[in-house]
């Protein structure tokens, strides 16, 4: 197969499965449990029959689900609009779109020290095993791995406000509002640090073990003996031999979890109140906004299925195997 | 005027740490000579040490491996007594190492090319361009087109990788190719092609060969000289012609008797023979001669002490060697 074809039907296999998880997304809100209508008006009793009617006409929602609805919906979504949220009154999309940016520079950045991190400590250990760097990496990254995420983050929440006076809320100062970005990013990092901190070290346990026991893998592969009796020194075939393929399955691992950022930050964001998609995902699940989370988990399939297609066409790049198979 | 020998293993003897502090004596007083541009055979069945001499010889043990005692001259230096930075210098450069599976021998991810290309810059200054023509040499040395060396290891079928191997270790023009069961992975005709690989490159290249195998079959095609181990000792080191002819030592017996002789007729209906019995563990190993407790003429001796090794009246300058307390006719008659 070639490099072509090979990119070719990965993407048109995304393709499929976005539209597959359209379909689900769909019939999974329209199944669930709960009256919109209701949900809107909350607990106006005062509201009458007429009017309650009126709104269902103007969600749509008096139609039959399919096909009606469903193709109405699909119509709406390939538009870009992903409707109105119930709850804050505005569109799902804009929503969206604006605490896009403030969760991926949260999850980038711990994401990015947690793999470096991780990468690099989980080789030392497993290339010095038994050691004592290898025995602390290891239980370190074990304790770090088990510990619950809002535990960590409420620890850490407690303790950096208490010691260190940093922020226990938001991603800035309120009366930094609007000021340029040059002048507020000491700001911006001093509320950034606790829950990037909390992320970088709850990932880098993983990053650590994975990439351990596979460097200890590669390391009991012939071609390692190989490079050895070329006359490299450690370095050298750890550098050019081990490492390459060691990466593998982290790369694997990085994807999956690049993909899953937007859904694991919902227990960090909500506990640093940090105002990102997280937070805003368990908003809407708290006030049942459906519109909202439909968007929320349209666009959490959508940058999985993305991340695993950018995995496969990186592994591809890297191990030359995958191809033929 | 005596040739000096390009490598001379003496007393080599080497441990394996255990899990629960045991201990498992994988070599022990082993002795042989290669000498320059002729090749020996390391024979024996699975476990009886014969990989582990070669590791140890390259000194590429295992952590847990570890030379206790003995010396190994190559061109009259001790490389056990090198620091790893100098032993570094004489691997490949003047010993280079082919394995089994040629398949995990090559790094999956890197061209056949450019691992051939690593081991020359790594042991000689050169540009990268005479590097890369001397790639293509090595690989059309072996039958393989230059153009083949952008593939990956996968694309090669089993015997070009194996012949692959052989080009790479000829990349610095060693003086010595330890073979360690080359041809066990590949079918039998490949096989064959692989062995007259070796030879071809043997005759035009002047190197000596340590074959290991468990093939005596190959032994007897390639070898000038064998050394038959058994539980991590040398049980039997002669010339090729003089153990198959005359073997001295009942493992040796035994061993050609479990080898099929061709010359005999294929519809004959006596079975193979059959050593009973599976090598010591090397954690538990029998008192007295390792090979007692399976050897047909065991004697009580054999239970006790341990035979040497001793020499056999021979015609010429040919050596002979076996460990067999049937051979020292005087202990007998004491015992």
Not at chain 1, 35 to 46: A, E, M, Q, T
Not at chain 2, 23 to 52: H, N, Q, W, Y
Not at chain 2, 106 to 116: A, E, F, R, S, W
Not at chain 2, 237 to 256: D, K
Request: net charge neutral.
């Amino acid at each position: 197969m070639s490099r072509r074809d090979f990119l070719l039907r990965k993407f048109l296999l995304s393709l499929v499965t976005i539209f597959v998880v359209i379909v689900i997304n769909f019939m999974l809100f329209r199944v669930l449990p709960g009256d919109p209508v209701r949900s809107v008006i909350g607990r106006n009793v005062r509201i009458s029959a007429e009017t309650q009617q009126a709104l269902r006409e103007q969600f749509g929602l008096d139609k039959p689900i399919f096909p009606d609805q469903f193709i109405d919906t699909i119509g709406q979504w390939a538009q870009g609009n992903l409707g109105i949220s119930w709850s804050l009154r505005r569109p799902v999309s804009e929503v969206l779109m604006s605490k896009l940016g403030n969760t991926v520079l949260l999850i980038g950045l711990g994401q990015v020290l947690a793999i470096f991190l991780g990468v690099t400590l989980g080789l030392l250990a497993g290339w010095k095993r038994k050691t004592a760097i290898d025995v602390g990496a290891l239980t370190f990254s074990l304790v770090a791995w088990a510990i619950p995420t809002f535990w960590l983050g409420i620890i850490f929440l407690a303790a950096g406000s208490a010691w260190f006076g940093l922020p226990t809320a938001g991603i800035m100062s309120p009366e930094n509002t609007g000021k340029p970005l040059m002048t507020i990013l000491p700001d911006l990092a001093r509320h950034l640090f606790l829950p990037t901190l909390t992320l970088t070290i709850l990932y880098l346990g993983e990053y650590m073990l994975i990439m351990r026991s596979s460097i200890l893998e590669v390391l009991s592969e012939d071609y390692i003996l190989t490079a050895k009796a070329k006359g490299m020194s450690d370095w050298q075939v750890l550098w050019r031999h081990a490492l390459r393929n060691a990466m593998l399955p982290i790369v694997t691992l990085i994807a999956l979890n690049l993909g899953f950022t937007v859904s694991g930050a919902i227990y960090i964001e909500t506990v640093f109140s940090y105002d990102g998609l997280g937070k805003l995902f368990q908003t809407a699940l708290v006030k049942q906004d459906y519109p909202l989370l439909q968007g929320a988990f349209l666009l959490l399939a959508v940058s999985v299925i993305i991340a695993n297609m950018a995995a496969d066409i990186l592994y591809a790049v890297l191990d030359p195997r995958v191809k033929e198979s | 005027m005596t040739v000096q020998p390009l490598l001379s293993v003496r007393h080599l003897t080497t441990e394996f740490q255990l899990a629960g502090k045991q201990i498992a004596r994988a070599l022990e007083d082993v002795s042989f000579d290669v000498m320059p541009g002729k090749t020996i055979g390391l024979v024996g069945e699975s476990g009886c040490g014969k990989t582990t001499t070669l590791m140890s010889i390259m000194r590429l043990l295992p952590a847990s491996g570890r030379i206790t005692s003995g010396n190994v001259y190559f061109n009259g230096i001790d490389l056990l007594t090198l620091s790893e930075h100098e032993m570094r210098a004489h691997r490949w450069k003047e010993m280079s190492i082919i394995f089994q599976g040629a398949m995990n021998a090559l790094n999956p991810v890197m061209k056949i090319g450019d691992q051939i290309r690593e081991a020359i810059l790594l042991h000689n200054l050169m540009p990268r361009n005479a590097a890369e023509q001397r790639v293509g040499e090595l690989l059309e040395l072996v039958g393989i087109p230059r153009l083949r060396r952008d593939l990956y290891p996968h694309q090669y079928s089993g015997g070009m990788r194996q012949r692959a191997m052989i080009a790479m270790a000829l990349a610095c023009s060693p003086d010595l190719l330890f073979a360690d069961e080359p041809t066990t992975a590949l079918d039998v005709m490949i096989q064959a092609q692989v062995l007259e690989l070796l030879k071809e490159i043997q005759k035009k290249l002047g190197l000596a060969i340590v074959l290991v195998t468990h093939d005596l079959g190959v032994v007897a095609e390639m070898c000038d000289d064998v050394v038959v181990m058994y539980g991590g000792k040398v049980a039997e080191y002669g010339s090729a012609e003089l153990v198959y002819n005359q073997p001295q030592h009942p493992y040796t017996q035994r061993l050609l008797e479990a080898f099929p002789d061709l010359s005999r007729s294929i519809d004959s209906s006596t079975d193979l023979a059959t050593i009973p019995g599976t090598p010591p563990r090397l954690n538990a190993l029998p008192p007295g001669c390792r090979f007692s407790p399976r050897c047909h003429k065991s004697m009580e001796i054999c239970t006790q002490i341990a035979p040497d090794l001793i020499a056999q009246n021979t015609a010429g300058n040919a050596q002979h060697l076996a460990a067999c307390h049937l051979l020292n006719k005087l202990e007998i008659k004491n015992s």
